[in-house]
């Protein structure tokens, strides 16, 4: 990716977290396709990753709308099973509602895991950016849609002490794309949004939420489901720190 087209040096990185920092391990859709196997369905690891994104761009629309964590529990079971049957249809399996209530009982995913770090893992490319993006100056935030504090998972993996913030929506009390997630980032940090860029996996959460306030935005394409994206995209962490690092210097 090339320089960003800014009035100024980007002054701010806010970090989205899953996927973008840290991963579940196993991935999601390697546990779904253990899941159909037990099944006796026959399902291909990569068709489902490529899946995946109708999965999460549902949850996404949903979340922003009324967070999962605060509906009863019959409405969250609900959304799940809608959720497991979006995406087994986009991968082309069975979607029948039988077939979808055996997938939702077979399949972990992360609303089924105790949420702290036991079941994720760190990009290896994380801490280096940071590392660069600190040395050049530039603040950096977590800003993520989590359930709960996120902060003891960024302290475990050790890039706490990279960050300025770390904002979840479970404790702001709003879910990107809302502005006033990004807002309680920009605004403890006085950085005005034009100097800011947020990079996250997400296009109708993290690019949409970024953009609306009047931050740039940059999409990490980790599992090369994004070629149609209107905005810059990485493939690495690194990639990212280098350009923005590259624009803040002065040009002769």
């Known amino acids: ?11 701010l990185v806010t970090f989205d977290l899953y996927d973008t920092l840290i ?3 196993p991935p999601r859709w390697e546990r779904l396709a253990e899941a159909a196997r037990k099944q006796g369905i026959d399902a291909d690891p990569m068709t489902l990753r490529e899946a995946d994104r109708i999965a999460e761009d549902y949850f996404t629309t949903e979340n922003g709308q009324l967070p999962v964590r605060d509906r009863a529990p019959e409405e969250r079971e609900l959304f799940r099973l809608e ?3 979006r995406w087994l249809e986009a991968a082309g399996l069975p979607h029948d509602p039988e077939t979808t209530r055996q997938m939702r009982r077979a ?3 992360e609303f089924d895991e105790v949420p702290d770090h036991h079941h994720y893992r760190l990009f290896d490319d994380v801490l280096p950016a940071l590392r660069t993006l600190r040395r050049a100056g530039v603040l ?3 800003i993520s849609n989590a359930d709960d504090d996120v902060t003891v998972v960024c302290t475990h993996f050790a890039f706490a002490p990279l960050m300025d913030l770390i904002v979840t929506s479970a404790l702001v009390g709003y879910e990107k794309p809302d ?3 990004y807002h309680a980032a920009l605004e403890p940090l006085g950085i005005d949004p034009e100097f800011a860029v947020h990079v996250g996996d997400q296009p109708k959460s993290d690019v949409v939420g970024a953009l609306g306030v009047g931050m740039r935005a940059v999409l990490i394409d ?7 994206a209107d905005v810059p995209t990485v493939k690495t962490l ?3 720190a280098d350009a923005v690092v590259a624009d803040r210097k002065p040009t002769r």
């Open 23 to 25: 991963e579940l391990n």
């Open 238 to 240: 690194p990639e990212l």
């Open 222 to 228: 980790r599992y090369d489901r994004h070629d149609d």
């Open 1 to 11: 990716m090339g320089t960003f087209a800014t009035n100024g040096p980007i002054d």
């Open 107 to 109: 399949y972990i995913s």
């Open 83 to 85: 959720l497991m049957r």
């Open 179 to 181: 502005p006033r997630t």
């Open 140 to 142: 950096t935030a977590v």
